[in-house]
Structure formats: structure tokens, C-alpha cells
């Protein structure tokens, strides 16, 4: 059975930084492309971040770009967030989520149906 434990948001001010940790267990996560999901109230959840399965292959929304980092640690079954510069629009429940192509390379990250193994969610509240 596939797990995904997310945590490390919480409320901070705008500007600050917060890192996000997704662990993985029962699958074989360095076949995986990884996500990383946001769904503010009244929203839909979008995809903002993701990585390819090798790590080499980054995607990033418009909204985040330049702000968040997204990295993984196959030897850890640990996909991370690295959100620098927050804003109070990025105040959200932040989800990981495995995508389930294996080998899961730059075309298929960026579609949100692949992603089938969701997380809990994570808070995370940026405060003006």
C-alpha cells in the first residue's frame, strides 16, 4: 500500500521560507515522477511544482517559478518544496502526490490526471 506523509508548513509572514517533506512508502519511488498540489479555499487544487523520476527534470506553474524549489532524495523515498519569498496567495493545503507513469519523465509530470497516490495535505498560511 502506497503512503505519502507530507509535512512541514505552517503560518508564517510574507516573505519568510518553509521547506515541505513528502516520504513515500510502499512503492518503488525512484520510478515515480513526483508533484506537489495547492488548493486554497474555494479553489481547485492546481499543480505548482513536480520532478521527473532521475530528478533532472523540473516543472514549475507561472505562480511559483522563481520562488519554490523542488528536489527529491531517492535514497531517502523523500520529495521536498523549498517555497522562498511566500506570499499570502500562496496560503493553501499543500499535497504530494506520485505520479503513476513509471519513469515518469517531463511531459508527464505536468499532467494532473497522472497523479493517482495523494498525500494528507499540509498547511501551509502566509500571513501580510
Known amino acids: 500500500q502506497v503512503q505519502l506523509v507530507e509535512s512541514g508548513g505552517g503560518v508564517v509572514q510574507t516573505g519568510d521560507s518553509l521547506r515541505l517533506s513528502c516520504v513515500v512508502s510502499g512503492n518503488d519511488f525512484s520510478l515515480h515522477g513526483m508533484g506537489w498540489f495547492r488548493q486554497a479555499p474555494g479553489k481547485e487544487r492546481d499543480l505548482v511544482a513536480a520532478i521527473s523520476w532521475t530528478g533532472s527534470v523540473p516543472y514549475y506553474s507561472e505562480s511559483v517559478k522563481g520562488r519554490f524549489t523542488i528536489s527529491r532524495d531517492n535514497d531517502k523515498n523523500t520529495v521536498y518544496l523549498q517555497m522562498n519569498r511566500l506570499k499570502p496567495e500562496d496560503t493553501a493545503v499543500y499535497y504530494c502526490?506520485?505520479?503513476?507513469?513509471?519513469?515518469?519523465?517531463?511531459?508527464?509530470?505536468?499532467?494532473?490526471?497522472?497523479?493517482?497516490?495523494w498525500g494528507q495535505g499540509t498547511q501551509v498560511t502566509v500571513s501580510s
Open positions: 502526490a506520485l505520479n503513476s507513469q513509471l519513469r515518469s519523465g517531463s511531459r508527464a509530470i505536468r499532467l494532473p490526471e497522472n497523479y493517482d497516490h
